[in-house]
């Protein structure tokens, strides 16, 4: 027997009226930062003849909060990665990242290591639909606060909250948590990069409006409308069987759209032509294009052929001819019909030609393939709702025209499918796509308490399946075991001989100690503390990551440790980067080191005995390696 505390307040009655004016005109309602309310400039006109005078219309996407959502996205981030090898596969060697926490920091942290470096991006949002909202930010601070709140999350990402359509702010806080996230995101496209957003029919209108003042009205793609099930549902009055994918680019001058590959069943030779498999396509273009009009005749019948009414032939009389005597048309494939022009497989293929893609997309795989892949992975066991199929981002990979060494992001990575669908897709055609999946450490326990029953079930079994083996109840457990088993199925079916790891790195404070003291407030017995700037829990592949991410390099370089007259070495990149961590260096040390002829050295400021120690080595990397640019932490 289900039981329900009694509500014992009064009733609510200026919602009650906000409900009954809604009733009447819906369009007159509105969200502000205190939640639903009542737009009375808009009620004014509606009861009114006469234009009623009020603030200046302009043509704009308008919400509370997005002025501090465009500060949040400028503001800097204090935060780092820490490697975590443990979790990783082929940590050394392997150019795919898995990043655990917050999106919107990590976006941040990649500023400069990935600036306009990631070719295609596909995000799978949350829906908005009236249940569990991950990504609840705070915009309602001014910057200060939100400077000085460094750990907004627990180290398990807590932000679960649900976010009712009666909270009042139902569309306005969605759209604050991602307008951030996709500006920032837009910085790290390539100049011909595109980017793939999945989305319900809950927010598509807005996705579009925020992506279009990010990216630009002009570099709006397309909308594809995918059918994620065939069976029909009862729920609604019309079945919901799609979802939309939004598809923007960095800059549509600049970007070369990709498509299916070209179906070669449809290419024959019935004629021996040595220039191999041939179709024939139409000649005639529409009338707007010009004014060619002017007969063919069909060398066997003697027919003579004009354009189809309302159209013109494409191509004027002298390129006809001169298609003809090179043996490029032909008037059907028993040449007694109208005339055609024969297009080469082989040309077609040269060139990298692709069939173009249809707006809506009928043959991507379902969300009932996508389950069907996670059982298959797990034992059986449905540990993910509702995951996107890798056929279907396989196919967008293809649209995107992501090709060999481009890197691939999904900043709400959730199941993988996105890196599952790179490492199938790589193994197919050879190429050697990277992935950088990100994901917000979900604590399970509390997605399940806003989650329907289809999710809470899956997030049950999710959590049945990660204490069996003694891992933390989070959703990122899920998506680098995905990884893994898509992985070693994937190379035990194709043998393929691609990359099949991924570097696991969670975000973290900085490693740097936090000065609580202004400096007329040391004393000498203090100072000792501060001898060593880093905090005392971080390891050298710590310092390291931050090194590469402050100078902008990328997390991938390949790295190995030497140990030079006893002290551990990085070498990143054969000699872009040697950095030691160790204490007492010397000038011996100094002179090792400068064998390598590094364009850069690093090391910590604790490492040196005194500042003339410190300055000893900086002259003599100097003397001996000129090149070499040094630096301490």
């Not at 060697?93 to 942290?109: A, C, M, P, S």
């Not at 019909?337 to 082989?346: M, Q, R, T, V, Y």
Request: glycine share 6%.
């Amino acid at each position: 027997m289900r039981t329900d505390k009694l509500d014992l307040t009064t009733p609510d009655l200026v919602n009650q009226n906000i409900e009954k004016i809604a009733a009447l005109f819906p369009n007159c309602v509105t969200e502000t930062a205190e939640g639903k309310a009542i737009d009375f400039d808009t009620l004014k006109q509606e009861l009114n003849y006469e234009v009623v005078e009020g603030a200046k219309e302009r043509y704009r996407l308008e919400w509370p909060g997005k002025k501090e959502a465009i500060v949040t996205a400028n503001l800097p981030t204090t935060k780092t990665l820490r490697p975590v090898r443990e979790d990783s596969v082929d940590f050394d060697t392997t150019e795919n990242l898995y990043i655990e926490g917050d999106n919107l920091e990590v976006l941040k942290i990649l500023q400069e290591s990935y600036l306009g470096k990631i070719k295609m991006i596909y995000i799978d949002p949350p829906y908005n639909t009236g249940k569990d909202f991950v990504y609840k930010d705070n915009f309602t601070q001014d910057s200060a606060d939100y400077k000085e709140e460094t750990d907004q999350t627990d180290e398990y990402g807590n932000r679960l909250v649900a976010n009712p359509e009666t909270a009042g702010r139902y569309h306005s806080d969605w759209l604050s948590m991602m307008y951030p996230r996709l500006k920032l995101a837009r910085n790290l496209l390539t100049d011909d990069g595109v980017i793939f957003m999945s989305i319900g029919e809950e927010e598509v209108a807005n996705l579009k409006s925020i992506c279009s003042n990010i990216f630009g009205e002009a570099n709006f793609i397309s909308n594809i409308i995918w059918q994620s099930r065939t069976s029909i549902s009862n729920d609604q009055n019309v079945s919901l069987n799609h979802n939309h994918t939004l598809i923007y680019s960095k800059s549509n001058f600049n970007v070369k759209f990709g498509g299916e590959p070209l179906n070669q069943s449809e290419y024959s030779n019935p004629d021996n032509d040595k220039r191999g498999p041939w179709k024939l396509v139409p000649i005639d273009a529409n009338k707007a294009g010009g004014d060619t009009m002017y007969a063919i005749k069909n060398p066997k019948t003697n027919e003579e052929f004009y354009p189809p009414n309302g159209r013109i032939w494409a191509i004027n009389e002298k390129t006809y001819k001169s298609l003809f005597d090179d043996g490029r048309i032909k008037f059907g494939k028993t040449d007694d019909s109208s005339p055609k022009k024969k297009l080469f497989l082989k040309e077609r293929l040269d060139k990298g030609d692709v069939k173009t893609p249809s707006s809506i997309l009928l043959k991507g795989g379902t969300t009932k393939d996508g389950t069907n892949e996670i059982m298959d992975l797990f034992d059986g066991k449905k540990v993910f709702s509702y995951p996107k199929p890798s056929l279907l981002i396989e196919k967008l990979l293809n649209y995107g025209g992501a090709k060999d060494n481009d890197i691939i992001l999904d900043f709400f990575s959730g199941s993988a499918s996105s890196a599952h669908s790179v490492l199938s897709l790589n193994a197919k055609d050879g190429f050697k796509r990277k992935f950088i999946m990100v994901q917000l450490p979900e604590d399970l326990e509390k997605s399940k308490l806003n989650a329907d029953s289809a999710s809470k079930k899956a997030i049950e079994t999710a959590m049945d399946f990660l204490e069996k083996d003694k891992k933390p109840k989070l959703l990122t457990e899920i998506g680098k075991e995905r990884i893994r088993r898509a992985a070693a199925k994937i190379k035990e079916e194709t043998k393929a001989d691609i990359d099949y790891g991924f570097k696991v790195f969670k975000v973290a404070s900085s490693n740097m100690q936090e000065v609580y003291y202004k400096p007329q407030d040391y004393n000498q017995g203090q100072l000792d503390v501060f001898a060593d700037n880093i905090k005392e829990d971080r390891t050298s592949e710590d310092l390291l990551t931050q090194i590469l991410l402050d100078w902008g390099l990328p997390l991938t370089l390949k790295t190995q440790k030497e140990t030079v007259l006893g002290k551990e070495v990085f070498v990143v990149d054969t000699n872009y980067l040697l950095a030691c961590f160790d204490k007492d260096l010397d000038e011996a040390f100094a002179k090792e080191i400068a064998k390598h002829q590094p364009l850069r050295f690093v090391c910590k400021d604790s490492s040196f005995k005194n500042d003339t120690a410190k300055e000893n080595v900086k002259q003599l990397l100097k003397q001996l390696s000129p090149n070499t640019e040094m630096k301490v932490i």
